[in-house]
């Protein structure tokens, strides 16, 4: 059988810039491949830096050049810093339609044979409301963009996963500062 439609590359050459090849090897019992089988085999699992043959995400969306590396990376660093800024955004779109609001008290041990009133806020939302809708619309669209970063980071290219680290980290820096710190002074495990 002919298999020169495999694409062959030197595994020595480390100056390339195109993802590395792994081979397989054909059994005489079946030779039929189909393109899916080739293209799973080809997938890098170890680290490269290259922007030559990158496919991003989906089969049409292929990088060729260092032009287009750049803008995939600024894409992925944004859409890093956007999934950041989601998750701190519904965090504080749940607090601010909270509708229900009751206030527990109960008894706690206090020094000295005392005894202390503990007061706990619990907070509600209704099923059937606008707020728990958006809330939903906005977790499968947190669940989709984490499930992109992920593949994004999982084709080992190395300057994908670096914009994938560095949009984290700067979403993280610009929108959790404003994010409130809950400091339970009755914890005493520190």
């Given at each position: 059988?002919?298999h020169s439609?495999?694409?062959?590359?030197?595994?020595?050459?480390?100056?390339?810039?195109?993802?590395p090849?792994h081979?397989?090897?054909?059994?005489?019992?079946?030779?039929?491949?189909?393109?899916?089988?080739d293209?799973m085999?080809?997938m890098?699992?170890?680290?490269?830096?290259g922007f030559?043959?990158v496919?991003?995400?989906?089969s049409?969306?292929?990088i060729?050049?260092a032009?287009?590396m750049?803008?995939?990376?600024?894409?992925?660093?944004?859409?890093?810093?956007?999934?950041?800024?989601?998750?701190?955004?519904?965090?504080?779109?749940?607090?601010?339609?909270?509708?229900?609001?009751?206030y527990?008290?109960?008894?706690?041990?206090?020094?000295?044979g005392?005894t202390?009133?503990?007061?706990?806020k619990?907070?509600g939302?209704?099923m059937l409301?606008?707020?728990?809708l958006l809330?939903?619309v906005?977790?499968?669209?947190?669940?989709?963009?984490s499930?992109?970063l992920m593949?994004?980071?999982?084709?080992?290219?190395g300057?994908?996963?670096?914009?994938?680290?560095?949009?984290?980290?700067?979403?993280y820096?610009?929108f959790?500062?404003?994010?409130?710190v809950?400091?339970?002074?009755t914890?005493?495990c520190?």
């Amino acid at each position: 059988m002919d298999h020169s439609h495999h694409m062959e590359m030197n595994h020595m050459d480390h100056n390339t810039t195109t993802a590395p090849a792994h081979h397989h090897s054909a059994t005489s019992a079946s030779h039929s491949h189909d393109e899916s089988m080739d293209h799973m085999m080809m997938m890098p699992m170890t680290f490269y830096f290259g922007f030559r043959n990158v496919e991003l995400l989906f089969s049409g969306l292929v990088i060729n050049t260092a032009g287009e590396m750049a803008g995939a990376f600024v894409a992925v660093f944004l859409l890093a810093v956007f999934y950041e800024g989601l998750k701190i955004g519904r965090e504080s779109l749940l607090r601010k339609s909270q509708v229900s609001i009751r206030y527990n008290s109960m008894p706690v041990p206090g020094p000295n044979g005392t005894t202390l009133m503990e007061t706990h806020k619990t907070v509600g939302q209704q099923m059937l409301s606008f707020p728990h809708l958006l809330q939903t619309v906005l977790h499968i669209i947190q669940v989709v963009v984490s499930y992109f970063l992920m593949l994004i980071f999982m084709t080992y290219n190395g300057y994908l996963c670096i914009a994938v680290a560095a949009g984290a980290g700067t979403g993280y820096f610009f929108f959790s500062w404003k994010k409130a710190v809950v400091v339970d002074i009755t914890e005493h495990c520190h």
